[in-house]
């Protein structure tokens, strides 16, 4: 199983542009998520999905939009980058619930708005 | 809502040294709480978890105890090495919610010197 993986590791945008990071999970798991890490303020939840065809907004959603057309995908759409958007950010799977519940993280993209 | 307070770094300590990173958490419910560590460059990682009180989490010489009573899970290891030297950070899952999101702290960095 090659786990969560992100595309790109590293993008650099100008004010405006669009883009969307990748995110694919081979294990099968019902829930996906996106997260924004800032230097001092942790993990903040983006968008989440408990399946393919639902989705819901997190903690910071504005700015961005979510799909989840298959059970492996969950693309990250920036429809106008703004330099706030500067982050890196990590897209997260996870299985079973409640206390069986453990959440498995990608290994981040790292995006840059000038 | 529910929130994470970790203790702020950086953290310095000499090889073979005591470790504890203190973490309190508020939070509705009855939550599930981990630890995760994110090495330089890479993504977050469990470490541990735990998800009910008095359980212990524990792996590579890390533990931590839900203590309930504190609405603590401070992260504690008696030895720590060089290859330790990350950023720990504490969270927490809500169970009684849908989002079946985590909840983060703002991340400890922990330097170890040889």
């Known amino acids: 199983n090659a786990g969560v993986t992100q595309t790109p590791k590293f993008q650099v945008l100008k004010t405006g542009q669009s883009m969307t990071l990748q995110c694919a999970q081979d294990m099968n798991h019902e829930y996906m998520s996106w997260y924004r890490q800032d230097p001092g303020m942790g993990l903040r939840l983006i968008h989440y999905?408990?399946?393919?065809?639902?989705?819901d907004q997190g903690e910071v959603p504005n700015g961005y939009n979510v799909s989840r057309s298959t059970t492996e995908d969950f693309p990250l759409r920036l429809l106008s980058a703004a330099p706030s958007q500067t982050s890196v950010y990590f897209c997260?799977?996870?299985?079973?619930?409640?206390?069986?519940?453990?959440?498995?993280f990608g290994p981040g993209t790292r995006l840059l708005v000038l | 809502g529910d929130s994470v307070t970790q203790m702020e770094g950086p953290v310095t300590l000499s090889e073979e040294a005591f470790l504890t990173i203190n973490c309190t958490y508020t939070?509705?419910?009855?939550?599930?709480l981990f630890w995760y560590v994110q090495y330089p460059g890479e993504g977050l990682q469990l470490l541990l978890k735990?998800?009910?009180?008095?359980d212990k989490g524990s792996n590579k010489g890390f533990e931590a105890t839900y203590r309930k009573e504190t609405t603590s899970f401070h992260l504690e290891k008696g030895s720590v090495q060089v290859s330790d030297s990350a950023v720990y950070f504490c969270a927490l899952s809500a169970r009684d919610t849908g989002r079946r999101a985590l909840t983060f702290g703002s991340g400890t960095r922990l330097q170890v010197q040889p």
């Open positions: 735990a998800t009910k009180a008095d």
């Open positions: 997260a799977s996870s299985y079973g619930t409640g206390p069986q519940e453990t959440q498995y």
């Open positions: 999905s408990v399946g393919a065809g639902i989705t």
């Open positions: 939070a509705t419910g009855y939550p599930s």
